[in-house]
């Protein structure tokens, strides 16, 4: 069963701002939620983690609410190598240590 | 610092054959996950190792099995394999205990085709 939900595809023009937010309403009290960006053939690579409220790194900014039920990447001024599918990853309810993926939203980025 | 190596990178196999898969994780790490993935399904958790023990299990047939080594490395086997099988198999390490706090760094895959 899919733990959290993401939009399957979204669009965006070089310069502008994305966010993508995704739905995790099992999320357990002690689970982080992590975001991981992949390229055709590669595997995931991490871009930001978070627990709660907001965590900003080089790449990327991850906005989680008080209640925790959801959360937002936010990619600042992309270009065309950010096309790519990003994955929200947190740990299924109480089975501990179960490590789910979302099914990823395609990021298109045209010029 | 080297990270997660996977061999062999592309593997073509017919039905009913085994595969092994291999993988290295990051000198250190102690937790090695992996997962499959095909466009229908996504990532799928497949087992998760961590200090020679299998700790966690995804809902996979008893046909996927894994190992890992004393030295943190780790295979995975396939056998009777179907055409369903056919994925990317990644494997991911992380240093610590492992769980959603952990940061995971995968490998490139293997690229199983089943014909």
């Known amino acids: 069963l899919a733990k959290t939900t993401q939009p399957i595809s979204m669009d965006s023009y070089e310069g502008q701002e994305v966010n993508i937010t995704c739905s995790h309403n099992?999320?357990?009290?002690?689970?982080?939620i992590t975001w991981y960006q992949q390229f055709p053939s590669q595997g995931p690579r991490f871009i930001i983690q978070g627990y709660k409220t907001k965590v900003t790194n080089e790449v990327a900014s991850l906005f989680i609410p008080a209640d925790r039920k959801s959360s937002t990447l936010s990619l600042p001024r992309v270009s065309l190598s950010d096309t790519a599918v990003y994955y929200c990853?947190?740990?299924?309810?109480?089975?501990?240590?179960?490590?789910?993926f979302g099914r990823g939203t395609q990021l298109t980025v045209w010029p | 610092k080297a990270g997660v190596t996977q061999t062999p990178r592309y593997l073509i196999k017919t039905r009913g054959q085994q595969v092994t898969l291999s993988c290295s994780p990051i000198s250190g790490h102690r937790s090695v996950s992996w997962y499959q993935q095909t466009p229908g399904q996504g990532l799928q958790f497949l087992f998760e190792?961590?200090?020679?023990?299998?700790?966690n299990k995804g809902n996979f047939p008893g046909r996927f099995s894994g190992r890992q080594f004393s030295n943190s490395r780790s295979e995975m086997n396939v056998s009777t394999l179907e055409l369903g099988d056919s994925a990317l198999y990644l494997c991911?390490?992380?240093?610590?205990?492992?769980?959603?706090?952990?940061?995971?760094?995968f490998g490139p895959g293997t690229r199983l085709l089943v014909l």
């Open positions: 991911a390490s992380s240093s610590g205990l492992g769980g959603a706090g952990e940061t995971q760094y």
């Open positions: 990853r947190t740990t299924e309810g109480s089975t501990l240590g179960r490590l789910y």
């Open positions: 099992n999320i357990a009290t002690n689970d982080y």
């Open positions: 190792y961590f200090s020679e023990t299998q700790r």
